[in-house]
């Protein structure tokens, strides 16, 4: 369990396929103080820390989540949010993220503003009904709150800070994010569905 407030930027630094799966060697500040076994989001998906080495930790995606994800498109020198999950006692200044990724979403928009900047991403319309006015949403593993919600789009603002410390600042029109929505919507629509 996450709360997508990202901790700190990592860089891939190898990438080997091995069948289907495909692993990472990410560097990072958080690595040296990682072991294996522990969880840790990258980009929004919760993947198991295998090994480590000096500064760098490496983890694998298997096929299914490489195809559900952007980490397919993962190459070095890419760019990934990281952060170590919840603490028992420990404030949430996100929300819940389970680093389940529900989709992906392609960027559609970019807007800089006077001081902030705003997305706007394109998602599956078999999702549009878990995308809320003001409701929470993860986008590459960051908490961040949905408005201007149209049938299959919607946009998010991004504060400086955010900006600075996540890979948002790389995020260009076209590109694809990670999406995992708020899971009580997903509760919901899933009793709705079985009630027909």
Request: hydrophobic letters at 35%; glycine letters at 8%.
């Amino acid at each position: 369990m996450f709360t997508g407030i990202i901790e700190t930027i990592g860089l891939v630094k190898e990438v080997i396929s091995n069948g289907s799966n495909r692993s990472f060697w990410i560097s990072s500040s958080l690595s040296g103080d990682l072991k294996p076994d522990q969880s840790l989001s990258h980009n929004g998906v919760c993947l198991t820390v295998e090994e480590t080495r000096p500064g760098q930790h490496r983890v694998t995606a298997i096929e299914e989540t490489l195809k559900k994800t952007n980490l397919e498109e993962w190459t070095v020198g890419s760019l990934v949010n990281l952060e170590r999950c919840l603490q028992t006692g420990a404030r949430i200044d996100g929300h819940f993220v389970q680093g389940h990724v529900d989709c992906k979403a392609t960027c559609i928009k970019k807007t800089i503003k006077d001081g902030s900047w705003e997305f706007e991403f394109e998602c599956p319309k078999k999702s549009a009904a878990l995308v809320i006015e003001k409701g929470s949403i993860a986008v590459n593993g960051i908490s961040l709150t949905c408005f201007n919600v149209k049938k299959n789009s919607f946009r998010v603002a991004i504060i400086p800070y955010t900006f600075d410390h996540t890979n948002m600042s790389g995020l260009k029109k076209g590109d694809t994010v990670n999406i995992e929505f708020d899971m009580v919507g997903k509760y919901i629509q899933r009793k709705l569905s079985l009630s027909k």
